[in-house]
């Protein structure tokens, strides 16, 4: 979770050190992540998903690819409010990461 709170800082090199963190270690261990740990990593990740990230959704939504990849293969229920959200974001105004979203 202190990876997601760096998504809030000003310096892009933090935001962008945290998304390879998160990717990193979702890649190397996501796969294996049984129900309910997954449910709070999705959660976790869906806080990533406000408005108040909006300068780190660029990197957020790297880290959701990659989230989608590994915990949706064995738990996709788990993934069903964080997509909800993502598809919610996605059709609002002023949102310009359209194509970014249709990755995931």
Partial sequence: QAAIECWLSDRGEVVRAAGLAVKAVLG????????????????????????????????VLGVLVIAVEVIGGNQPDTLKNLLI?????RGSNNFSFEAEVDLV
Avoid: C, F, M, N
């Avoid at 959200?85 to 974001?89: F, I, T």
């Fill in 28 to 59: 190397e261990v996501g796969r294996g992540l049984g129900k309910v740990v997954a449910g709070k990593v999705a959660d976790i990740l869906g806080e990533g998903v406000k408005y108040q990230y909006s300068g780190a959704w660029q990197t």
């Fill in 85 to 89: 959200s993502l598809a919610q974001l």
